[in-house]
């Protein structure tokens, strides 16, 4: 079975520009959430997704925003690009949700703002 | 708000060494909890879990025991291998948040 796939790999932008991300979830996985790394903070929850509703959201501002599609892939995306949002994002899979299934996380997206 | 304390390191070893990184957390419900390890380059791969007190998790010689009384769910590893340097994530869901809630992250460097 193929595992998660980001897409792009690495990603430079610069300063107000906006991005968009990519995740195909696991076959049959139908909750995908996506998480920030940064070396300051650590890993934060952006949001999650279970068949195209977003059931929960992190702390985050507005710039950033998700959707799911009916075959489960989802996109984040980033408006007006900051300084600070250079990291590696991270999206995770999994077949009903954090609480009933572990997450199965992909290799990310290493994105920098310059 | 829920939240996971761990030692940050770095943590170095020698090869067979024992292995111990702490991890306590504070949630408002009965959470599941689970140590991830991210190696170089790569995502973070689920190493165990456990969902109730007590209940010990193991995998690849590493194990963890949620003690409730304590808050606290440590990770062991009785002799550790090179290829076993990664970092290590310990991390909580409470119950129906769908999200996961991670500690800073320990990096474990082992030396042959």
């Known amino acids: 079975k193929a595992g998660v796939t980001q897409t792009p790999r690495y990603l430079i932008k610069t300063r107000g520009q906006q991005v968009t991300l990519s995740c195909s979830p696991i076959s049959g996985h139908r909750s995908v959430s996506w998480y920030q790394q940064t070396p300051g903070q650590g890993l934060q929850f952006l949001f999650e997704y279970f068949s195209e509703t977003q059931r929960n959201k992190g702390n985050f501002p507005g710039r950033f925003s998700g959707r799911q599609f009916s075959n489960s892939r989802s996109e984040m995306n980033v408006s007006t690009l900051e300084l600070g949002d250079s990291a590696l994002y991270l999206c995770?899979?999994?077949?009903?949700?954090?609480?009933?299934?572990?997450?199965?996380f992909g290799n990310g997206t290493r994105l920098t703002v310059t | 708000g829920d939240s996971v304390t761990q030692m940050e390191g770095p943590v170095t070893l020698s090869e067979e060494a024992f292995l111990t990184i702490n991890c306590t957390y504070t949630a408002t419900g009965y959470p599941s909890l689970f140590w991830y390890v991210q190696y170089p380059g790569e995502g973070l791969q689920l190493l165990l879990k456990a969902t109730k007190a007590d209940d010990k998790g193991s995998n690849k010689g590493f194990e963890a025991t949620y003690r409730k009384e304590t808050t606290s769910f440590h990770l062991e590893k009785g002799s550790v291998q090179v290829s076993d340097s990664a970092v290590y994530f310990c991390a909580l869901s409470d119950s129906g948040s769908e999200k996961l809630v991670f500690g800073k992250g320990t990096k474990l460097t082992v030396n042959p």
């Open positions: 995770a899979s999994s077949p009903w949700g954090t609480e009933n299934s572990p997450l199965h």
